[in-house]
């Protein structure tokens, strides 16, 4: 909720709903501060607001993102995208999960695993199989929304996990799970085009999520080298570890698609015309290039000590 007062939950939505009506420069950049300060709330945050809302805003009707979007936004609900399965990772179409229609409802029956966000999620997109002769296997998936407490929905007990250990990842559980027709996001069989659109938007975001990890890890070490000392002289004197922090430094900053372009925080390139829904490795450049502009000046001092 401290986040949805912010207005960071909904920065690719449209004003009316709640949402900030920016664009993916800035979804990139905001990603890439959270997991600066916490790669388990950044991935949570990734997840709410990139996968669960900014698909809602793309693929929505009018009638679901009147509902959904406002509590999503303000921070009241919690999103979540359920699209791997224990044999279905990288080989997402050849998911079990099976949806049977049944008058004006889908019958859900099978399982999602490591799903980020969840135990906790009110609002899940969750892709099914309601084709199962479907040839290519594509052509009969489709994205489903779905809500907590829906009859045979439940969740499994929170994963222990190795690493982002304070994002919380589950087990979700379809047994005869009821969900009504006017659920389905986009269209019936059809849902492959949500998923696979939308799986490019989430790459660019969530990969603001190790960059920002990289600054921390700078953030935490840059003062450690005024503090420590070995033979006589703190080891920041030393070249060979200032250099390879220098290097660590410009790597996180460049990108080097559009060197020489002018820009500001304000008017960045790439806004003028751009449409709701869509990016390009350009805008993708011209966040690193602005964060490049921001740490780098910052950054030479800190590692080069007099």
């Known amino acids: 909720k401290q986040l949805g007062n912010l207005g960071v939950l909904g920065i690719t939505a449209p004003v009316q709903y709640g949402g900030s009506g920016l664009g993916y420069l800035e979804h990139v950049l905001v990603m890439e501060e959270i997991s600066r300060a916490s790669g388990a ?7 709410h607001s990139n996968l669960c809302i900014n698909q809602l805003v793309r693929n929505g009707n009018e009638a679901q993102k009147e509902k959904y979007l406002p509590k999503l936004i303000s921070g009241e609900y919690i999103g979540a ?8 990772g990288s080989d997402v179409v050849s998911m079990k999960l099976k949806a049977e229609k049944k008058g004006n409802h889908y019958i859900l029956n099978g399982n999602k695993f490591w799903i980020t966000n969840g135990p906790d999620a009110d609002v899940l997109i969750v892709y099914a199989k309601t084709d199962l002769a479907a040839v290519p296997a594509s052509r009969g998936i489709t994205a489903f929304i779905v809500e907590k407490g829906m009859p045979g929905f439940s969740t499994s007990k929170k994963l222990d996990k190795l690493g982002m250990r304070g994002s919380n990842t589950c ?3 379809f047994e005869d799970c009821k969900i009504p027709a006017a659920n389905i996001l986009g269209h019936e069989n059809k849902g492959v085009y949500v998923l696979m659109s939308g799986l490019d938007l989430e790459r660019l975001v969530l990969a603001g999520g190790p960059l920002g990890l990289m600054q921390a890890v700078l953030d935490h070490t840059i003062p450690y080298l005024h503090v420590r000392e070995a033979f006589g002289q703190k080891i920041g004197h030393f070249q060979p570890g200032s250099m390879d922090l220098g290097v660590c430094s410009v790597n996180i900053c460049s990108w080097g698609n559009n060197e020489g372009q002018t820009f500001s925080a304000q008017h960045p390139p790439g806004r ?12 993708v450049s011209t966040a690193r290039e602005l964060r490049c502009k921001i740490l780098l000046p910052e950054l030479t001092p800190r590692v080069l000590l007099p």
Do not use: D, F, K
């Open 81 to 88: 995208l359920a699209m791997s399965e224990p044999n279905a």
């Open 272 to 283: 003028e015309g751009e449409t709701q829904g869509q990016t390009s490795l350009e805008q």
């Open 171 to 173: 087990e979700l559980i």
């Open 41 to 47: 709330v950044g991935l949570s945050y990734g997840a």
